[in-house]
């Protein structure tokens, strides 16, 4: 890079330099071991990782391929790229920039011989929901997530997420049955699935009893002859009228 080149991109480091605060400063101008900042969106984290990327090439001996910076989504790969190129010029496409998966594939790919294969490609988009949906076409009959009108593959979003969340946390089988059998013995509890409101004659369920409020006619009977309310969660219970069916009358009690 010839000279006038290269007092450009100092004059723009300095200016960008110069507009961080002191606290950004501070982080900016450790360059050795580790610096945590702690920010919320828009606060110029990016900014900071830039410049204290520029700050040490500037300031040691390290070479623009001896850095590795990671980032969470491809967007911000680009953006850290473009904002490092303002002002160390091409060098920062010497930089390690990666998202945290594919700097984790590049290791794989330059390893394959630690995992026994010849070729370890991550699947493609496609290639995962035609996975999915031969996964879905391969229950039974009584799965409950089987279904045979509509949009078959309904759950396939769902399952991608399972998977997913499984995968992130270290989730096993049994934990997951463990779990889904202990939110189906709660839903009887839970304040989303009990009548909430007061209709007429008809009072809400007590949470802390288990036991539904009456109301009464005028003689002190109970309405219905002692039929009972079924449970709705709150949001069908206050956006439909009630309507109660005597037990002795329909064989059932609904709302």
């Known amino acids: 890079m010839n000279h006038p080149q290269q007092e450009q991109y100092n004059q723009r480091y300095e200016e960008v ?16 071991g580790p610096v945590m ?6 606060t110029g984290k990016t900014q900071i990782l830039a410049s204290r990327i520029g700050k040490i090439l500037r300031d040691t001996d ?14 911000g790969t680009v953006a850290m790229r473009k904002r490092l190129t303002d002002f160390i010029g091409p060098d920062a496409y010497r930089v390690n920039i990666h998202t945290f998966h594919s700097f984790c594939n590049e290791v794989i790919q330059d390893n394959l011989s630690l995992f026994e294969k010849n070729v370890l490609d991550p699947i493609s988009d496609l ?33 991608a997420g399972l998977f997913s969340t ?6 096993t089988v049994p934990f997951i049955r463990e779990r889904v059998e202990a939110y189906v013995e709660s839903l009887p509890e839970r304040t ?4 909430q409101r007061n209709s007429g004659r ?11 409020q009456w109301g009464t006619r005028e003689n002190g009977e109970a309405p ?3 039929g009972t309310v079924r449970r709705v969660p709150a949001t069908h219970a206050q956006s439909e009228p009630v309507r109660f069916r005597r037990h002795d009358q329909l064989g059932d009690t609904g709302l």
């Open 37 to 42: 900042v702690i920010a919320g969106p828009g």
């Open 202 to 212: 008809f009072k809400k369920r007590r949470p802390e009893t288990g036991q539904t």
């Open 166 to 171: 499984m995968k992130r946390e270290g989730w």
């Open 62 to 75: 390290f070479l623009p391929h001896n850095i590795l910076c990671l980032t969470y989504t491809d967007a």
């Open 224 to 226: 219905g002859g002692g």
């Open 127 to 159: 290639e995962k929901i035609q996975l999915l949906k031969t996964l879905i076409d391969g229950f039974s009959k009584d799965n409950p997530l089987k279904r045979y009108r509509g949009d078959v593959y309904f759950d396939m979003r769902n399952l």
């Open 17 to 32: 330099y110069a507009r961080l605060n002191s606290a950004q400063r501070e982080a900016v101008d450790n360059t050795e």
């Open 192 to 195: 989303e699935y009990i009548y």
